[in-house]
């Protein structure tokens, strides 16, 4: 509170108009929309100051230090249980987890550690995510099925031969059947079968004609790599990955549209100090394997717009001819491995502080967890954010 004399007669009293309302002025003082304490207060807004003053005097430091202690052994045993390996007794680093921690390290620990889901409209048939899911788990079973079936990627007069067109129907069927739908959801998603089915032909007649020729060499593999002398390891699973007639490896990831293309963030710079790290991390893993993969191309593909976005290596546009050229990952590749050595640290450290420049209010209220962390508050219309904790 302001320590000025408010007293009556003092110099500095402050005359209270009669229709005072003592709850906007505590308001406008903790949103600093006003630089003057409440001048007046209730009996309640009393007790809670004062329940706030004994806090902070030490009155529940007792209790405050042993609550701390719980949370801090309950972390501890989280993070050995979700974060480091059992076998190895090293920091799992895959690009889910660090793409998460370097948005925000709080988010972190509420996903990636204890695991917390966030609210779920149950009124709702499918997630938001159910279709772009399941147009990327049909394009994993089409794949999957002309390696087994030992084909390769083809297309004649744009469009797929009837042996194609079989294994992509199945495909989709598969997919909606193995989805996390509801079962309802999935008869939902029957219902726009034959949509469907229009829809993944043009999308796979497209992407044939990208990459014709090609062999399927691997669709969602798990890879690891753990570099020498380091605590941690990285870990993934690439949606794709071609071979050429040469025998390159092209590393492709789908995604349903270019708004989850993360072009801007492709590769490290001064105005990017964090890259994404999906790609750079991939190829890091690829080229570390016992048998390293030469990793020539990489490419996201999109579903809906049937575009492949080259961000390394070089791709013919098979509807102009026009090469499209990426960028070399060299640099980006280093700075990942350098930002995964300070995710270990703080990993190590516990250290999971949030800062109100890099999660601002608007970051902070988009967020699926905003209810659990609780760093941003609206109060009757008005916007606040917690200081750096």
């Known amino acids: 509170?302001?320590?000025?004399?408010?007293?009556?007669?003092?110099?500095?009293?402050?005359?209270?108009?009669?229709?005072?309302?003592?709850?906007?002025?505590?308001?406008?003082?903790?949103?600093?929309?006003?630089?003057?304490?409440?001048?007046?207060?209730?009996?309640?807004?009393?007790?809670?100051?004062?329940?706030?003053?004994?806090?902070?005097?030490?009155?529940?430091?007792?209790?405050?230090?042993?609550?701390?202690?719980?949370?801090?052994?309950?972390l501890a045993t989280a993070l050995k249980q979700k974060v480091y390996n059992k076998d190895n007794g090293k920091i799992a680093a895959s690009k889910t987890a660090l793409n998460t921690f370097y948005?925000?390290?709080?988010?972190?620990?509420?996903?990636?550690?204890?695991?917390?889901?966030?609210?779920?409209?149950?009124?709702?048939?499918?997630?938001?995510?159910?279709?772009?899911?399941?147009?990327?788990?049909?394009?994993?079973?089409?794949?999957?099925?002309?390696?087994?079936?030992?084909r390769t990627l083809h297309a004649e007069n744009d469009a797929l031969t009837d042996e194609y067109k079989q294994i992509l129907s199945k495909a989709i069927d598969d997919a909606i059947a193995q989805s996390d739908n509801s079962p309802l959801a999935k008869e939902l998603l029957l219902t726009e079968r034959i949509a469907?089915?229009?829809?993944?032909?043009?999308?796979?007649?497209?992407f044939s004609k990208w990459f014709e020729g090609c062999t399927v060499y691997a669709v969602e593999e798990p890879y690891t790599y753990a570099p020498e002398g380091k605590e941690y390891f990285f870990t993934g699973r690439p949606?794709?990955?071609?071979?050429?007639?040469?025998?390159?490896?092209?590393?492709?990831?789908?995604?349903?549209?270019?708004?989850?293309?993360?072009?801007?963030?492709?590769?490290?710079?001064e105005d990017v100090p964090v890259p994404d790290f999906q790609m750079p991390l991939y190829k890091l893993m690829?080229?570390?394997?016992?048998?390293?993969?030469?990793?020539?191309?990489?490419?996201?593909?999109?579903?809906?717009?049937?575009?492949?976005?080259?961000?390394?290596?070089s791709l013919v546009n098979p509807d102009n001819g026009k090469t499209i050229e990426g960028t070399d990952l060299t640099e980006t590749i280093t700075a990942v491995e350098k930002l995964t050595d300070s995710f270990a640290d703080?990993?190590?450290a516990q250290q999971f502080a949030v800062d109100s420049k890099q999660q601002d209010f608007e970051t902070c209220n988009e967020c699926a967890y905003r209810a659990v962390c609780r760093r941003v508050y609206t109060v009757s219309g008005d916007k606040s954010l917690g200081e750096k904790s």
């Open 286 to 313: 690829l080229e570390h394997q016992a048998h390293p993969l030469p990793v020539e191309t990489v490419v996201y593909y999109c579903i809906n717009d049937s575009f492949a976005y080259v961000v390394e290596g």
């Open 346 to 348: 703080h990993i190590k």
């Open 103 to 150: 948005s925000c390290p709080r988010l972190y620990v509420l996903q990636n550690v204890l695991a917390i889901q966030p609210e779920i409209n149950e009124a709702e048939l499918m997630d938001a995510f159910a279709v772009g899911n399941l147009n990327h788990a049909i394009m994993q079973f089409y794949c999957a099925a002309l390696k087994e079936k030992n």
């Open 196 to 206: 469907l089915g229009e829809k993944m032909n043009d999308c796979v007649v497209a």
């Open 1 to 74: 509170m302001n320590p000025r004399d408010r007293r009556p007669g003092s110099k500095t009293e402050v005359i209270v108009p009669e229709e005072y309302d003592s709850y906007q002025a505590e308001k406008a003082w903790l949103l600093e929309d006003s630089s003057d304490a409440p001048a007046r207060i209730t009996a309640l807004q009393q007790q809670g100051f004062t329940a706030w003053e004994q806090a902070h005097k030490g009155t529940f430091d007792s209790k405050a230090n042993e609550m701390a202690s719980c949370a801090g052994n309950a």
């Open 239 to 269: 949606d794709c990955l071609l071979a050429t007639s040469d025998g390159g490896i092209i590393l492709i990831d789908f995604k349903t549209s270019k708004g989850g293309i993360p072009k801007d963030s492709f590769y490290v710079s």
